[in-house]
């Protein structure tokens, strides 16, 4: 099977919100039109991943000289489901692949939550990861491990950290907004949260704060719980959603024939709020629940559920047993 054959499986072919469809015309090959990111952009993306680092440093610090509370644990937790549900309920199940609708001021919600996550402007994000999937481990995929790397530990290494990191960096990869995602570049709400992207970041940081403020009464319990529930959060939750794109392409247990090296991996599930059931997220990428089986955890698809039956959103995608039972007898 050929990226393109594939993209109906695996990029939406139309807006539920009622702007112009996704087709196979709309996307070009990805050697034809490549997009450098800016000098800026790539200033901007090294500090958004160095600076929570050397952060990471003084949390350390902090924790092994007996200054961490309760309340920076509990503002770290705090922000790191509101955000990485934004990412993979927002971003991805909703935005990217149309798993479920909802109304206007829910997507703008869970667009801003997803913002807050400091992983990119959301229109940005959903180009990116519709492009993986279009050409996922072939030439034109943004963050393979396995295209273009030497062979040996040496190209695997290089591969691995390229898929994690590497793509981010150079910026020459990235998915042509007007192409994969016209969709959204329709839709008011969403294109509202893109442009105010650097709000929705700052909000991100000072809602720990206040929280902080809020739990401990005192300015300085406010600065922990930025430590925590900005640098350290946006630290576990970038390398968490990394490692989907690193890890979930090498290592782990496969469920599913794809065209693709697409794997599950469980240790990583609950840290990715179900995203690291990833081989079954590319065998039926539409499916709100990335966790088929009753023992496959995921949260993300548990806050769908949630939402569903508060009428809250609608129209969600199953996956059928036989739908999946099916598909392994066929073996693609």
């Not at 450098?36 to 610090?61: C, E, F, K, Q, S």
Request: hydrophobic residues 50%; glycine residues 10%; charged residues 15%.
């Amino acid at each position: 099977m050929t990226p393109n054959q594939a993209l109906d499986e695996r990029v939406p072919t139309g807006d539920r919100a009622g702007s112009e469809p996704v087709t196979v015309d709309d996307v070009p090959a990805a050697e034809q039109r490549p997009l450098t990111g800016d000098t800026v952009d790539r200033v901007a993306n090294l500090a958004v991943m160095v600076l929570p680092l050397g952060l990471i440093g003084l949390a350390a610090w902090l924790t092994w000289g007996g200054a961490l509370r309760w309340a920076d644990l509990l503002v770290l937790a705090i922000t790191y489901l509101l955000t990485g549900m934004g990412i993979t309920v927002g971003f991805h199940r909703l935005l990217t692949h149309r798993s479920f609708k909802t109304s206007p001021a829910l997507r703008g919600l869970l667009a801003a939550l997803g913002s807050a996550a400091v992983e990119g402007p959301v229109i940005e994000w959903v180009a990116n990861h519709r492009k993986h999937h279009q050409f996922s481990d072939a030439p034109g995929d943004p963050h393979s491990p396995h295209v273009d790397h030497a062979s040996g530990w040496r190209g695997a290494l290089g591969g691995l950290f390229h898929a994690h990191v590497g793509w981010i960096l150079g910026g020459d990869a990235l998915a042509d907004e007007q192409h994969y995602a016209k969709d959204l570049l329709a839709d008011p709400v969403v294109r509202f949260v893109d442009r105010t992207f650097v709000l929705w970041v700052l909000l991100g940081l000072a809602f720990p704060f206040g929280l902080g403020v809020a739990l401990t009464g005192s300015i300085v319990g406010g600065l922990a719980a930025l430590l925590w529930g900005g640098a350290v959060r946006m630290f576990l939750l970038h390398h968490a959603t990394f490692s989907i794109n690193s890890l979930c392409h090498f290592f782990g247990r496969r469920s599913f024939a794809t065209s693709d090296e697409s794997r599950n991996l469980l240790w990583l599930a609950l840290p990715t709020l179900g995203e690291a059931w990833h081989n079954n997220h590319h065998a039926f990428p539409t499916s709100a629940r990335h966790g088929l089986r009753w023992w496959q955890l995921d949260p993300s698809a548990w806050l769908i559920a949630g939402l569903e039956r508060a009428g809250l959103v609608w129209d969600v995608i199953h996956i059928a047993p036989e739908r999946q039972l099916a598909k392994i007898a066929s073996g693609s």
